[in-house]
């Protein structure tokens, strides 16, 4: 059973960066697109950015281009999202995601994946 498991969020001010975890055990992680979703208070899931299985291609919201960076180490099975400059709106609860995927396509949608986390939360202060 495929278990993901995020941390790294925290309480930060406005400018500050942090740098999201997310760890897939159960599962061969080669083979599994990822993916960081968030959902701010009353609002409904995002998708922020994707990664293909191999690495190789990268996807990302316009929100957060230029300023979040995602990765992945495929021999440790984590994947990782590096936030900087964050703003206020930035705030939410960040979730990683998976899916089995033998293509380079990233899904941005919820529907897309298959496998959630429990969500690390990320405080922007102004």
């Known amino acids: 059973q495929e278990q993901l498991v995020e941390s790294g969020g925290g309480l930060v001010q406005t400018g500050e960066s942090l740098r999201l975890s997310c760890a897939l055990s159960?599962?061969?992680?080669?083979?599994?697109?990822m993916g960081w979703f968030r959902q701010p208070p009353g609002k409904e899931r995002e998708f922020i950015a994707g990664i293909s299985n191999n690495g190789g291609y990268k996807s990302y919201a316009d929100s957060v281009k230029g300023r979040f960076s995602i990765s992945r180490e495929n021999g440790k099975a984590m994947m990782y999202l590096q936030m900087n400059s964050l703003k206020p709106e930035d705030t939410a609860l960040y979730y990683c995601?998976?899916?089995?995927?033998?293509?380079?396509?990233?899904?941005?949608?919820?529907?897309?994946?298959?496998?959630w986390g429990q969500g690390t939360q990320v405080t922007v202060s102004s």
């Open positions: 159960g599962h061969t992680f080669t083979t599994y697109t």
């Open positions: 995601a998976a899916t089995y995927s033998g293509s380079e396509y990233v899904g941005r949608t919820t529907r897309d994946y298959d496998y």
